[in-house]
């Protein structure tokens, strides 16, 4: 295991600056999570870290040492990428294997280890298997393993599930969890996906434009986001958000589109766009206090979930209200979308977060 240090660590190609400066500790044996928009660095950072690319300026210190000229194979870390990039003509275990015998490994040190990581993975019975005889989520299994044996100081992963199906990706999600519990190994892992940032990162970097906008917890960013950015990125759906519409009203309140509600905020002048996430509204009669009056533009039912697209009176854009369940809405439906003043985010005119909701139960305005 190793602690990873990044010091204004900067990358360029050319006139193109792609990383501008970051900052960046991940603890020894902690979970880290690189998010962001395609095009914002988190690819190109997860290469600077592996050694693939020299970064322009800066330190990258592993382990307390500096490894900026230190070449791939002697940093201690072993990437996992999108693609598995298997052997077709050798063996699962021969394919886990291949780096430690071109290392000259003793066999019998490499059968030990390629059976203990099948034994993580559960891939056991397919070791004799070549990979055509696999299926996508066993493929990538195995890259994982061929990883694993290398024993590394730290784990890279760029976005190793993106090739695969919805079902097999919640299916990799718990293995790589319970393959994080077993081994304790640092991991930093590169994703679009929030929902696997989320659920399995101990820590979420999120990139835009070569910049850091956060790090912290998953629940952290969730729950009181620095700026817009953030709060727009993290969350599916999106937080929903809305222009503050002219000046504070009589009785603390401000005007938006559909109606006018209250803010908890100690600088309401300054109050630009307030954000809303979509579990925190409910729906009501059209007229109530607190609410923004619409129409129902279009309706999802999940089942365990019911999605309402609501048009606000007076302009074109549409808010979600995630329902718990079943409801039974109808396309077209006068409504109205109650506002809790607690759930409410309220930004400035340059994207900073004036006042975070406070963490509340789903649909509890």
Known sequence: MAKLELHQVRKSFGSVDVLKGIDLTVEDGEFAAFVGPSGCGKSTLLRLICGLDEISSGQMIIDGHVVNDVPPAK?????????????????VADNMGYALRLAGTPREE??????????VLRISEYVDRKPRQLSGGQRQRVAIGRAIVREPKIFLFDEPLSNLDAALRVEM???????KERLGTTMIYVTHD????????DKIVVLNAGKVEQIGSPLDLYNTP???????????????????????????RVRMPGGSISL????????????????????????TSNALDGRVAMTEHLGSDTYAYVALDGTDEMIVVRLDGERPISQGERVGVLVNPDAVHVFSKDGRTLASAKPMARNAA
């Open 75 to 91: 940093r201690g870390i072993a990437m996992v990428f999108q693609s598995y990039a298997l052997y077709p003509h050798m063996t």
């Open 110 to 119: 490499i059968r030990r280890r390629v059976e203990a990581a099948a034994r």
């Open 173 to 179: 999600r718990i293995e790589i969890a319970r393959m």
């Open 194 to 201: 929030q929902i696997e940032a989320m659920t399995l990162a």
């Open 226 to 252: 620095a700026n817009r950015f953030v709060a727009g990125f993290i969350g599916s759906p999106r937080m929903n958000f809305l222009i503050v519409q002219g000046h504070r009203l009589d009785g603390g």
């Open 264 to 287: 908890n905020t100690s600088a309401p002048e300054a109050a630009h766009e307030i954000g809303v996430r979509p579990e925190h509204l409910e729906l009501c009669a059209p007229g």
